[in-house]
């Protein structure tokens, strides 16, 4: 019964390294998401894939790929970290379609820190 | 997309009912009222939602108004470890399926 898993939990960077934060979930949900959270702030999505192959982007996309590689796993890739995306990044994940009004599941986090 | 607004901060006393206000006064006919709460750090956790009618179930009740302007969550008997961060979130209905968060309500049981 895992739901939503994220990795790596914790990452420490140097400026202008890359990485890739791992989402994986088991619910068989059709749509998935990168959120990021800033310290005293909410959440704000950066990209999200309604679907298997589709992805779009979000609030604040800039300095972030993803890759729906199928439908249970979801990337998001930093090519050259910033000391700007320092943060704790939330995977999630829903089943569609909207008129149902299912709800929204999130994974623990990624603890992020670039120096 | 209709937006949210809410109150920063929030104190109750443990075993009193907790009432925590929203308001979403552009909300459209079909989008829906989340309810979210985040404790600590941990990933967001949902508590209950809502179209037009009161709802409740065992953690809280929602209470919308008729004109769906605004609405009430509420912690019928807060314990300390209600302590979290609440977030009111309509659901944007026609950009597909995105959850918008603002800065949610401080809530702070105090015993």
């Known amino acids: 019964n895992a739901g939503v898993t994220q990795t790596p939990k914790f990452q420490v960077l140097k400026t202008g390294q890359s990485m890739t934060l791992q989402c994986a979930q088991d619910?068989?949900?059709?749509?998935m998401y990168w959120y990021r959270q800033d310290p005293g702030m909410g959440l704000r999505l950066i990209y999200y894939?309604?679907?298997?192959?589709?992805?779009d982007k979000g609030e604040v996309p800039n300095g972030y790929n993803v890759s729906r590689l199928n439908k249970r796993e979801f990337s998001l890739r930093l090519e050259s970290a910033a000391p700007s995306q320092t943060s704790v990044y939330f995977c999630?994940?829903?089943?569609?379609?909207?008129?149902?009004?299912?709800?929204?599941?999130f994974g623990e986090g990624s603890w992020l820190t670039v120096v | 997309d209709a937006k949210t607004t809410q109150p920063p901060s929030m104190d109750c006393a443990e075993g009193r009912a907790a009432n925590l206000p929203c308001n979403h006064s552009?909300?459209?006919?079909?989008?829906?009222v989340y309810w979210y709460r985040q404790i600590h750090s941990q990933g967001p956790q949902y508590i209950i939602h809502?179209?037009?009618n009161n709802e409740t179930n065992e953690m809280a009740s929602l209470i919308i108004t008729e004109d769906r302007k605004s609405s009430t969550l509420i912690l019928p008997h807060a314990t300390l470890r209600d302590t979290a961060v609440y977030y009111c979130?309509?659901?944007?209905?026609?950009?597909?399926?995105?959850?918008?968060f603002g800065s949610g309500t401080k809530l702070n049981v105090k015993p």
């Open positions: 999630a994940s829903s089943r569609e379609p909207p008129s149902s009004g299912n709800t929204i599941y």
């Open positions: 619910m068989n949900h059709n749509s």
């Open positions: 894939s309604a679907s298997e192959g589709t992805t």
């Open positions: 552009t909300i459209s006919g079909n989008e829906y």
């Open positions: 809502g179209l037009k």
């Open positions: 979130i309509v659901r944007v209905f026609y950009n597909f399926n995105k959850f918008y």
